[in-house]
């Protein structure tokens, strides 16, 4: 089962045109991940740069299906794939509640640890194996 | 020749890893496509629904090749791609001028001409049309 | 009592400094308001235009007293004050859950309700004049 | 003659009220601070903690006078102000661009120089309080 992240849509998500600003959509799935993260016991600060690692997004792709509005709720599903030693994916489902639920939006991030000191790639850290293995 | 945008880093573009937030680079591009647009005298609010018509991105992908600070200045091409009478896809490169220049981060997104009233795709503006051929 | 509202602080929510950029803190606000609103049965897309008011904030005002960090939970309190038939404030209080809990930032908002066709200041709709008063 | 920064209001600016969203009115109020210091030779990064201080905002004040659209050209103007050995203020006037021009909104941030390793104040760097003279 997918950890799964519920998230109003909010009136600072959307532009003009009504709905959701496209890029915003990614930024909601990132706090999926983040709040994934955290109920597996991983400390998000940890991965930016505290421990001479850093793991940036290094790819993302979206799919947006349906307009979405202020008020409008969302339940996203959050699932890692591994990828190599240093690297995974994380795949997400965006969910407009209804009735009827319907898909909005999917997306796909990959994610590569790097130690910026030495300017090369790292391996994961062992909690975040593991959770990515978990998915 | 593609169109060519400059952009300073922002403040609020980063995130607490000290670079540019990954979906933040979407919008930068987003940007960089309303000024290629508004040089082509084209006006975004008619793309917003006014006409009866919104001309939504349906998919996005980029790859973040480099870390973006804050303060450095960047350089966003784009390039429009016909894909349908009712589609087209835009192509950006984001250059980190240097000396020396390297590419920071590409991207390409999908755009639908859709009549929100008849929930149908529609044929693009044809001024529209004619920048997406000229790209 | 007033509404209360729980936010986590994403890593969208944060700049270089590694803390809630600034004006980020008035969006948190805005969430805060536009839950209380949710929950005193408000719907906030008729604020937005469809009805042919709109409610704005012409005014703001916020000290930020505590750097807020990726990850740490916030407990937002809102509190609406009766300014005039057209107008209200809204007092809020973001708290740094801990233990300890502490006062990371206080915000006051404007909003005032304005017919754009006409140009001019309205009455507050019945229902959100009710929810001002209770407040 | 206070420094002035132009921009165009842009898509991820506004929100589903059609206009830019309030509390990014103080982010592009911040974009022309950051001109601002470039343009007087102050590196912004020095201020986010790589020397030792931080030089964060303590507290904002803001009046939205007048919509403003997508595509729309704004000037803003920024004018530090000396508080103390360890703070000053900006003011800024957001114009917007016509015939005619119209005052858009105007703001006031507080600025306060900070150690955190001590968690106490500290005497702003040489160069920005002679910025904030010169101002």
Redesign the interface.
């Known amino acids: 089962m997918p950890f799964v992240y519920e998230r109003?849509v909010?009136?600072?998500d959307?532009?003009?045109?009504?709905?959701v600003?496209?890029?915003?959509t990614?930024?909601i799935c990132?706090?999926a991940y983040?709040?994934a993260l955290?109920a597996g016991g991983i400390?998000?600060?940890g991965l930016?740069?505290a421990n001479g690692i850093?793991v940036?997004?290094?790819?993302?792709?979206?799919?947006?299906?349906r307009?979405l509005?202020?008020?409008e709720k969302l339940r996203v599903s959050v699932t890692p794939e591994p990828l190599s030693e240093n690297s995974f994916a994380i795949r997400f489902e965006i969910m407009k509640l209804g009735p009827p639920v319907k898909l909005a939006a999917s997306a796909r991030?990959e994610h590569v640890c790097t130690a910026p000191a030495k300017r090369e790639r790292a391996a994961l850290p062992a909690a975040l194996a593991a959770w990515v293995r978990a998915g």
């Open positions: 109003t909010r009136l600072a959307t532009d003009a045109a009504g709905v600003y496209f890029a915003r990614l930024s990132h706090e983040e709040a955290a400390d998000l600060n930016l740069g850093v940036p997004i290094s790819r993302s792709e979206a799919d947006y299906k307009p509005r202020p008020g991030t």
